[in-house]
């Protein structure tokens, strides 16, 4: 067990609807990362937040969007669905948000199933 | 354009049969080289860094090694526990100093028969 938390686990909709997925870092971590792993496109960065704040963007497009509250948990928002999002969105955090030397490793969640039909 | 490769796509091994895993990649700058492994329906789970060419590091039966352009991913006498999809990843160069912006790979899986 990584300590991070993702719900739901599975879920199907439709296309055109919007989902929230949501995710709980471990605790003391400030940083949180989403990822989308599908089949063809393999595992994808797609943003980090740290501490509330965005950090650093990866392929993630303009339908979808997140963000991170007080708490420090995060949400990720994916609307206007189409079939091709259908993928395992995966959460994970970690302490600190990097710098010249990577050094702190990343810890992942189980990841949120989503079907789009 | 920053990219990883890995070979073979799958590997089935005999119980105790030895093998290595390929990774390749083009960035400018290394800054690290991840392994994680992958179980079905689970997150990845982190292995190893790696920071320059010629560090070695190791985990029971799993040694990586790292040279300029690639990883490899060495797996002495495995178990059927060691079945999982293995991933490498890299910072890309413009990572922006987020250590969670990497490029992985497609993934080697692997399957040990007992």
């Known amino acids: 067990d990584s300590g991070v938390t993702q719900t739901p686990k599975h879920l199907i909709t439709a296309t055109g609807q919007r989902v929230t997925l949501r995710c709980s870092p471990r605790?003391?971590?400030?940083?949180v990362y989403w990822y989308q792993q599908s089949l063809d496109q393999g595992l994808q960065f797609l943003i980090q937040?740290?501490?509330?704040?965005?950090?650093a963007k990866g392929n993630i497009l303009e339908r979808f969007s997140a963000q991170q509250f007080p708490d420090l948990h995060s949400e990720l928002n994916l609307s206007s669905l189409e079939l091709g999002d259908s993928a395992l969105y995966f959460c994970?955090?970690?302490?600190?948000?990097?710098?010249?030397?990577?050094?702190?490793?990343?810890?992942f969640g189980e990841g949120s199933w989503l079907t789009v039909v | 354009e920053d990219q990883v490769t890995q070979s073979p796509e799958a590997l089935r091994l005999q119980e105790g049969e030895s093998s290595s895993l390929n990774c390749s990649y083009t960035v400018s700058g290394l800054r690290g080289l991840f392994w994680y492994r992958q179980d079905p329906g689970k997150g990845p789970e982190f292995l190893f860094t790696l920071y320059s060419a010629g560090e070695e590091k190791e985990k029971e039966r799993l040694k990586a090694t790292l040279t300029k352009k690639e990883s490899f991913l060495h797996i002495t006498a495995p178990k059927p526990e060691d079945s999982a999809t293995y991933l490498c990843a890299v910072p890309p160069m413009n990572y922006g100093g987020s250590q969670g912006n990497l490029i992985f790979g497609k993934g080697t899986k692997l399957s040990v028969k007992p």
């Open positions: 994970a955090s970690s302490v600190d948000p990097g710098g010249r030397k990577i050094g702190n490793t990343i810890y």
């Open positions: 605790s003391g971590d400030l940083s």
């Open positions: 937040y740290y501490n509330g704040e965005e950090r």
